[in-house]
């Protein structure tokens, strides 16, 4: 699949998309109107990108972060006052080489970090880890779902997929996007699931001994 050297960034505040992962959107703002637009008529490419804190209206390239994941839009519905909700299928990463400012939607200069191989399989062992940990975080949720059990299911996908559903930190899963070799994104996403798996367990007599120290 050749990808291009020019795409839109769509900064948000809170959202880190990685390949593979869906994505809907409410698109209302004018100028990602536009961009949506745009977008339908080329390569259908939209580079998500995480803030760092605030938009800056200036045109700052230092607000947002350097990696971020471009999403393919697989779906348009235009709503009749001009907005859209957009359905963006997560494609590759990439890294921001340069942005401009010439449209009222940013666009950059990227390059696309290597796609995972067609063949790649994570080490037995650490599948079964990771879905063990995954399990364990969902709690009760798990019930329903098939993925932790459909064997057809690829490894990018279940990393993938977690890294960015769970109820992490956006700077914890922006963390685990600029990993770029799949096998230490799994190896990082099962670190922070024992972490915050101690973090639960401990964090009721974490609670009680600030009680009784006050």
Known sequence: MSLPPLIPLF???????FPQVLLPLHI??????EMVRDVAAR??????ILLRGEEDPTGSTRDVYSVGCAGRMVRKIDLPDGRSNILLQGAREFVVREQQFERPYRQAIVEWLPPVEREFHLAADTRQRLVSRIRVALGEKQEGIGILTDPS????MLVNLFAFALDFPVAEKQGLLEVADLAVRADRLIDTLEFHALEREFSPSIESSKLRVQ
Do not use: A, H, K, T
């Open 11 to 17: 900064p948000l505040p809170s959202v880190v998309l």
């Open 28 to 33: 209302f703002e004018p100028r990602y109107r």
């Open 43 to 48: 390569d259908e490419l939209i580079g998500m």
């Open 153 to 156: 299911v690829s490894d990018e």
